[in-house]
């Protein structure tokens, strides 16, 4: 059976058929934090983000690379409970003891989401996209614009385009 090896994110997996692979070098030009024939593993999924993924997985010349996005990372309620914590700034998922979290900055009527983390170990189960959601709605539901500098939620938000109404005007997604 042909050999395939699968890297995963929050939201897809890659999938590398060593068989077709021409090395022509195009995913290490384009993306060299992310593949690196010399280590191990040589794929880093973790160094881009899933739209620099997708793009360069589609300019994969001989059909080697290839993704699709993972169940878990549709929209849909997996049950998880949001919480806040306004003195530490963060909203967060309590997993085991583990805390994936959202730090933001609150000025007035404006909230900045700063930074995203999720622990290695919860890595790859779409909890960094359901957290991400979650606290998205309840921005909405509080009513206040978005600044969304963390580039995690930029790009969230640039895959489902329905929360671009809570950006700040002039704010661009990229
Ligand atoms: S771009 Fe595709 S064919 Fe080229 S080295 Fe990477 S995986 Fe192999």
Same mark, same amino acid.
């Given at each position: 059976? #042909?050999?395939? $090896?699968? =890297?995963?994110? /929050?939201?897809?997996?890659?999938?590398w058929?060593? &068989?077709?692979?021409?090395?022509?070098?195009?995913?290490v030009?384009?993306?060299?934090?992310?593949?690196?024939?010399?280590?191990?593993?040589w794929?880093?999924?973790?160094?881009?983000?899933?739209?620099?993924?997708?793009?360069?997985?589609?300019?994969?010349?001989s059909?080697?690379?290839?993704y699709?996005?993972n169940?878990?990372?549709?929209?849909r309620?997996?049950?998880?409970?949001?919480?806040?914590d #306004?003195e530490? $700034?963060? =909203?967060?998922? /309590?997993?085991?003891?583990?805390?994936?979290?959202? &730090?933001?900055?609150?000025?007035?009527?404006?909230?900045?989401?700063?930074?995203?983390?999720?622990?290695?170990?919860?890595?790859?189960?779409g909890?960094?996209?359901?957290?991400?959601r979650?606290?998205l709605?309840?921005?909405?539901?509080?009513?206040?614009?978005?600044?969304p500098?963390?580039?995690?939620?930029?790009?969230?938000?640039?895959r489902?385009?329905?929360?671009?109404?809570?950006?700040?005007?002039?704010?661009?997604?990229?």
């Open positions: 059976m #042909p050999v395939k $090896k699968e =890297y995963s994110n /929050d939201d897809l997996t890659i999938v058929k060593p &068989e077709k692979c021409i090395h022509s070098g195009v995913c030009k384009t993306l060299p934090d992310v593949y690196d024939p010399k280590a191990r593993p794929i880093s999924i973790g160094n881009a983000t899933t739209d620099e993924l997708i793009k360069q997985v589609d300019q994969c010349p059909g080697a690379l290839s699709y996005m169940p878990q990372s549709a929209d309620d997996t049950g998880r409970e949001l919480q806040e #306004p530490g $700034k963060m =909203y967060f998922f /309590d997993i085991n003891g583990l805390r994936p979290r959202i &730090e933001y900055i609150r000025a007035g009527d404006r909230i900045f989401l700063t930074h995203t983390e999720v622990p290695p170990e919860l890595e790859g189960k909890i960094g996209s359901d957290l991400i979650k606290t709605e309840d921005v909405g539901l509080k009513g206040l614009t978005l600044i500098l963390c580039p995690f939620v930029a790009s969230y938000i640039k489902h385009p329905e929360w671009k109404k809570l950006v700040l005007k002039g704010v661009n997604i990229k």
